[in-house]
């Protein structure tokens, strides 16, 4: 299980750490807190992408 830093989720989907913060709040990107930080599943961002709709 990789684990991934809100600024390199920020970096795969070109958002900013503090975005990717306000997914996790509000329930759209699952993460972890850990020491303070949070941290996302690679699993987890994958599905998050497989569930966006293309346009």
Do not use: C, H, W
């Amino acid at each position: 299980m990789k684990l991934l830093k809100t600024e390199e989720v920020g970096n795969i989907l070109s958002f900013s750490p503090k975005k990717i913060r306000k997914m996790i709040a509000d329930g759209e990107l699952p993460a972890l807190k850990i020491g303070g930080e949070f941290r996302i599943r690679q699993e987890d961002l994958q599905n998050y992408v497989e569930g966006l709709s293309v346009v």
